[in-house]
């Protein structure tokens, strides 16, 4: 819901609430600021942010007080961009687009992350007995964000910050295998090193790979960084089927598969189903600004029913 009106001036003009304290003798608080071709696409973006799937070309026509034919042209260079997406046919409502969601999830900052998984993973340590981790999508690498394990020995093997190969760790080729092809060619361009006789670093193999784990809902990693490990790796699907996070287990290869894999497969799907709400929420108010914080938190102690 808009909570305050918005005053829009050409280029080079000054607002009519400006005009009018200047005509009363008042000095404004701060000079008009000319609206640029940046600023109007930013200001489409952020229309789109604020009503998500139900945003129209005709409510960003009525709500910016422009022409449709200009909406039109906005929507439609954020959408080639890939900033947006949706709109297609009469009606159609706007929501923002994938490159636009991955732009917010390529910051390093995941200390918001690890806090909201690190219960679920201990959870998950305690019913396994295995050592679990999150990995992220940072551009084309994964690394570890958190780990949990039930002994020292594994919680340095997967520690914070270890890089996962694109080729052969279970929670990176799970993250990797729902991402666009920009961003596999990049991930499996750079020199992918031979761990063990299991790891394959042929290109072609690893793609197929890829749309075995985007069939299955899972990956696996056997023998393939060490011939004494393996892992497994379940992808969180957040709303609107973006993947930017994978929850992980390892340990030792004849005590990971086994004829207990669907169970430990429908335990990380589990935790993966739990952590994707509580991701999407996080990532919403992570990238919130504190002004828009404060003022949500006005709002709600407003309204008690909020």
Not at 30 to 59: M, Q, W
Not at 158 to 164: A, D, N, Q, R
Not at 178 to 204: C, G, H, N, S
Not at 234 to 241: C, E, H, S
């Amino acid at each position: 819901m808009v909570s305050k009106a918005v005053n829009h001036a050409a280029a080079g003009t000054v607002p009519i609430s400006a005009a009018q304290e200047g005509q009363s003798g008042r000095t404004p608080e701060a000079p008009a600021r000319e609206s640029g071709p940046l600023d109007r696409y930013i200001s489409v973006l952020e229309l789109v942010a604020a009503f998500p799937g139900t945003l129209t070309l005709t409510d960003v026509a009525a709500l910016l007080d422009l022409p449709k034919t200009s909406a039109h042209r906005l929507l439609g260079g954020l959408s080639r961009a890939g900033l947006i997406e949706g709109g297609s046919g009469r009606g159609r409502a706007f929501s923002l687009g994938d490159r636009l969601l991955r732009l917010v999830h390529m910051s390093a900052e995941d200390g918001w992350i690890a806090a909201l998984a690190r219960p679920f993973l201990h959870a998950l340590v305690e019913d396994t007995g295995e050592t679990c981790y999150l990995t992220r999508l940072v551009g084309h690498r994964v690394p570890v964000v958190v780990s949990e394990s039930p002994e020292v020995h594994w919680r340095s093997y997967v520690k914070p910050g270890l890089e996962m190969p694109p080729h052969a760790a279970a929670t990176a080729k799970a993250i990797l295998a729902f991402q666009p092809e920009a961003v596999v060619a990049r991930a499996i361009a750079e020199p992918l090193p031979r761990f063990t006789d299991r790891t394959r670093i042929d290109p072609d193999w690893i793609r197929r790979e890829y749309a075995t784990i985007r069939e299955a809902g899972y990956a696996t990693c056997v023998g393939e960084i060490d011939e004494g490990l393996a892992a497994l790796g379940v992808p969180i699907v957040q709303k609107g089927g973006a993947v930017f996070h994978c929850v992980g287990m390892t340990g030792p290869l004849p005590r990971i598969m086994n004829e207990d894999l669907p169970v430990r497969i429908a335990r990380l799907t589990a935790t993966a189903t739990r952590l994707s709400t509580l991701l999407t929420i996080g990532s919403a108010i992570a990238t919130r600004s504190p002004d828009t914080s404060a003022e949500t938190e006005r709002s709600r102690h407003d309204d008690p029913k909020a």
